[in-house]
């Protein structure tokens, strides 16, 4: 692996994690009934292009170098599955992700000021922040789970 | 307001969109090869090109269904908001369900 | 200078330091502050304040987390780390403080919100309690079994008898809060009689 592919896998963990950081931010902000709404949405901002840019930076990595030289070893070691099925599952899951958080952000950004008095319009903001949390966890683990699985013999 | 409430039911529209053209190009590319050759050779690679048509529905759908005159209203929004929360997760199980078939038990 | 290793050690240390030290001082202050039958604003907002650390300590205990992983990942993967009984039932039990800590910042804090400045010894409170003590027994249990975890080098476990182990203590650690706490609120009605 050269040195700009372990910063771009670097920068690709490092900006997912943030993304999560700051949407489980939103999240806990959400639950309040008084709401912080600069906090949160700049957060939903911020997790979105986050989340865009470690879309970015693991798919050019993924593209170029994984494919012919991190998944034959996967393939040929104790946990090939690690690629056949939680890898294939990852990489198509994430698709959902970014999507989910501009929606998040454009209704922070755009009606955050009456959430407080649009309860309906406030769960359902709280559910899609969580569903991000928890999916984002997910993929963080399936990242682990992929990258554990590369034991060059 | 009524504009707002509009484009956040037009994004969270195109969001479902997006989310469930990504699942049936997903499991159409991995039964149709010629598809996934497609957009390897379109894109440079198949995820790439998955990756670039999702965004190019969101985006693309969320704009037309904005410019479509109706009006905008508090409950739309929160009903499409629920429609994604919802569909999302089917999209979600619907790409781990087919991938476990594919990765132990289709050969 | 400083490396890479010897850096997220530092922060590790650091975040384990905010999270379980402020876990401890967290639960041993809502104890303190219902002692008296009631929660008072201050004793609510001290209680706030923790928490920040608690997830200020979290947070840095994950990124530096991930931040041995990638050290391991680029430089010795042949090592085989990341799928060691040990470090997963870890993982395991961070992603339990987690969804924990969550949990309490939904349903705990609001409890005691709704209950600042007015007694403690109602009906109410009493059904409502359990998730209170519940989710600070899971927290401290949980906070010094990932320490434990972390510092015991000898530890060769398999992940089942890790995780079983962690549970046993969890499930008598919350059978003990929910007792003391049942124990102090009857003292609480006793004491307004």
Redesign the interface.
Known sequence: MTPALAQLLIGHVVLGLLGITLFVIVTVGLMRDLLRISLIKWSAFFGFVSFVASWITGGYYYATYYGKAVKPVIKAGAYPWAHNFVMEAKEHVFLVLPFLAATVWLVLWLLGGSLETAPGLKRAALLLSWTIVVLGVAITLSGMVISGAVIPK | MEHRQKAVQSFAIGAVLAAVFAVAVTIAAELMPPLKTWLADTFTHHWIGKSVLAAAIYVGTSIIIFAVPSAGSQEQARKSLAALFWISWVVVAAIIGFFLYEAFWAY | MMGWYTFLIVMHIIGTALGAGGATVSDLSFFRSVRDGKVDRSELDLLKTISMAVWAGF?IL??SG?GF??LY??QS??L????NPKLLAK?TIV?VV?FNG?LM??KVF?LLESFVDRPLFNPDFSKRAPIAFTTGAISIISWYSALILGAWRGLDWSYGAIMGSYLAVVAVGIIFANIVGRQLIKKFGTNQL
């Open positions: 947070g994950v990124f991930f992983f990638l990942r680029i993967p042949e085989g780390l990341i799928y993982l992603l987690f969550l910042h939904a609001p």
